[in-house]
């Protein structure tokens, strides 16, 4: 009897044995698998930002969404990811785009690759209210046909500014100030560094404080030049052509009569400006009725959300993206530049606008206002 006690115990335990090695133990921590993101070769995953990790680890890349971080603040660039997109091939072709929150910035730039789906991330007015802008710092998205799309965080917007009050780094300046001087830094950047840029408003209104903050980006890029790592070739005064974009215009103010008030008001404010806001876009070739008399690169699109437009949203966006297209490329040597150099040359820039003498002279004079 006792025997076969012993070979059953035996049998027990060796059954034991066996079902440990088969599942795993209640204590083992379980291994979660990162989801991949749908993204151009090079972008990043989806992280939550933390203190002291790398830029790869905090980039935000979100689903279905094929941009990546090209630059973040404190003055981070993404270099690793950004050279893993650009070719070495000759030439280059970069659209940026500047307003303020809410205009369209991220959809517009959108529609200028084939699936505008997949390119930046769209933000809802709720998600605003409740997370602040989308944007930040910029973005960077490389198209099919080799067009370089800059996606930049709002200008003048007061979310900016909370979030750099959040992490208290705003360099010892009055938060009004810091959130002006952040504005024109990256203007004037993206002036010094695209082709041709996009100003984007809500409807045929242009707020005059965006218009001013054009004026002085313009006056202050001065000595800040194109390709600063092309030293015999270095142009102080390359301006790109701006487009102007009235975004989500309702039918009652999709008018000759509107579109022209804008076309003058905008043709009398850059009369003596270096910014080439004329020669480039007519949207007269698009709605043969909406011929101005100033020319000025001007585009009114439909607010789509409309049931009754006068031309769709999507045959007026087409055309916007295929006239800017047609831009010019630079020439000579700088038109060869191929997108890595184009990407490297970038970089210097920003740094020498931050640098920048004239910029630090108008920032003395506007601390000595504030003062008194």
Known sequence: MSDKRSKEFDRRRDRRKNDSTNTP????APIILDRR???????????????????????????????????????????????????????????????KQGVGKSTILSHF?????????????????????????????????????????????WTVLDKAL??????GL???????????????????VCNVVLVLADGPEYDIDLLRLLQRA????????????????????????????????????FTLEKYSRLDAILGSFFQESQLRTKGLTRFSEVLPLFESDNNSNLFFLPDWSEKTQVESFDVLVCALRNQVFTAPRR?????????????????????????????????????KLKDS
């Open 25 to 28: 133990s209640f204590l083992q």
């Open 166 to 171: 959040r992490t208290g780094n705003l360099g």
């Open 218 to 253: 313009a006056m202050l890029k001065f000595n800040i030049p194109d390709f600063p790592l092309l030293e015999s070739q270095q142009d102080m005064n390359y301006y790109p052509d701006i487009v102007f974009v009235s975004n989500k215009c309702r039918k009652e103010e």
């Open 113 to 157: 690759a084939p699936n505008s789906k997949q390119v930046f991330p769209i933000q809802e007015v709720n998600q605003y209210l409740y997370q602040g802008h989308k944007t930040e710092g910029i973005d960077i998205h490389v198209t099919p046909e080799r067009a370089i799309l800059l996606d930049t965080e709002p200008i003048l917007d």
């Open 174 to 192: 009055h938060p009004d100030l810091w959130l002006e001087m952040e504005n024109l830094y990256n203007i004037i950047f993206i002036m010094s």
């Open 37 to 99: 993101e749908c993204s151009e070769p090079g972008s990043t995953s989806h992280e939550p930002e933390k203190p002291k990790k790398s830029f790869a680890q905090i980039s935000d890349i979100d689903a279905h969404c094929s941009y990546i971080p090209f630059m973040r603040r404190p003055n981070k660039f993404n270099t690793d990811a950004i050279l893993k997109m650009l070719t070495d091939y000759p030439g280059h072709f970069a659209i940026g785009v500047i307003g």
């Open 331 to 367: 020439s000579g040597r700088k038109g060869q530049v191929s997108e890595k150099d184009w990407y490297r040359n970038a970089v210097r820039v920003y740094e020498l606008v931050r640098k920048s003498e004239y910029i630090l002279e108008y920032l003395q004079v506007l601390r």
